[in-house]
């Protein structure tokens, strides 16, 4: 039952709304985390801390924060999956471009999948900077989150890739949340309107939220 759900465009739909709601709260989640960086390094040090903590003594040292992990690998993984296989199945379906473009097609819509491409390059990027340091400006200190932020936003091309990156990150929402809905069941003709205030709502907090760390260190807000 389950290779035929995942065979089907229903399911393929069905896992990239389910995957979508999993990162979608993580987001939320994160964003809120993020801005208590203007509380100073020592409350935002000892957020960082305290994610690798959480559940102790029932669970070890970080085994909550790698749980977590590992469920947002697995919802972008198959995320990123299902809407590769749409991609190709709608492609294949329609192997000559349409005479006319859809009208109605909002811009969110006809970059979705860039955005998600550009997404997917940014986590890399975002990982190898603050969580493992690779790519990290000005050395990367080991239990200083709050430091390693201001040395990523304090350098020209860090401010860019993380802004663009939210960019994309609310266009994605903005229309995902709304398909998300659609194919769940959550939709119908009387809520749509209702659904996609929210989603615009949504994706312009969380935008703004996610951009206002850069900006504060630039304006030296943080520091």
């Given amino acids: 039952m389950a290779r035929t759900m995942w065979d089907s465009s229903v399911g393929k739909k069905t896992v990239m709304a389910v995957s979508g709601v999993i990162m979608l709260l993580y987001l939320v989640a994160h964003v809120?985390?993020?801005?208590?960086?203007?509380?100073?390094?020592?409350?935002?040090?000892?957020?960082?801390?305290?994610?690798?903590?959480?559940?102790?003594?029932?669970?070890?040292?970080?085994?909550?924060?790698?749980?977590?992990?590992?469920?947002?690998?697995?919802?972008?993984?198959?995320?990123?999956?299902?809407?590769?296989?749409?991609?190709?199945r709608d492609i294949k379906a329609r192997p000559s471009r349409y005479v006319h473009k859809k009208p109605r097609a909002s811009y969110a819509t006809r970059t979705m999948r860039w955005g998600g491409i550009i997404l997917g390059l940014f986590i890399v990027w975002h990982v190898l900077d603050l969580t493992t340091g690779h790519v990290h400006p000005g050395g990367f200190q080991e239990g200083h989150p709050y430091q390693n932020v201001v040395d990523t936003f304090s350098t020209w091309y860090g401010n860019v890739i993380y802004i663009v990156a939210m960019l994309a990150v609310g266009l994605h929402v903005r229309h995902g949340f709304w398909s998300a809905a659609q194919t769940l069941g959550v939709g119908s003709r009387t809520r749509d309107r209702a659904l996609k205030t929210i989603a615009d709502v949504l994706a312009l907090l969380l935008t703004a939220g996610f951009i206002a760390v850069p900006v504060g260190v630039m304006t030296g807000v943080v520091n």
């Fill in 32 to 88: 809120i985390g993020n801005l208590k960086i203007f509380f100073g390094p020592e409350e935002f040090n000892h957020y960082a801390h305290w994610l690798r903590t959480v559940g102790e003594p029932f669970m070890h040292y970080e085994w909550t924060l790698w749980l977590v992990r590992i469920v947002l690998l697995v919802a972008v993984v198959a995320h990123a999956v299902s809407a590769y296989q749409l991609s190709r």
